[in-house]
C-alpha cells in the first residue's frame, strides 16, 4: 500500500504561480499512475492532470498551457506546476495513484489518495 502526502498550496495573487508536490512512501511511487485531482467548496472533485508510469500526460482542457505535471521517480514524487493561476482554480488539490499505471481522468479508478493541500488564489 502507498500513502500520499500533497504540499506546496498556499494563497497567491491572480497570474501567480505555485509548484504542488505529491510525495509517496511505502512503495515506490514509479509503479503508479499519478492523477491530481481538485474540489472547490460547494462543488465535485474534478480531474485536473494525470501522468502514466510511462510518462504519458493529460490534461483537463482548461488547464491545459497553464499546468505541467511530471514525475521524478528517485525523488518518490509528482508535482504539478500551476502558472497563471485564476481565481476560479481555488481548491483543495488532491493527488491519487492508480496500480493499473496507465493514467485515467476518472476519480472512481484511483486506488490511493492523499489528504489534499489548500490552493486559494486572491483575485
Known amino acids: 500500500q502507498v500513502q500520499l502526502v500533497e504540499s506546496g498550496g498556499g494563497l497567491v495573487q491572480t497570474g501567480g504561480s505555485l509548484k504542488l508536490s505529491c510525495v509517496a512512501s511505502g512503495r515506490r511511487i514509479s509503479s503508479y499512475a499519478i492523477g491530481w485531482f481538485r474540489q472547490a467548496p460547494g462543488k465535485e472533485r474534478e480531474f485536473v492532470s494525470t501522468i502514466s508510469v510511462g510518462g504519458d500526460t493529460y490534461y483537463a482542457d482548461s488547464m491545459k498551457g497553464r499546468f505541467t505535471i511530471s514525475r521524478d521517480n528517485a525523488k518518490n514524487t509528482v508535482y504539478l506546476q500551476m502558472n497563471s493561476l485564476k481565481p476560479e482554480d481555488t481548491a483543495v488539490y488532491y493527488c491519487?495513484?492508480?496500480?493499473w499505471g496507465g493514467g485515467t481522468r476518472h476519480e472512481r479508478e484511483y486506488d490511493y489518495w492523499g489528504q489534499g493541500t489548500q490552493v486559494t488564489v486572491s483575485s
Open positions: 491519487g495513484a492508480d496500480r
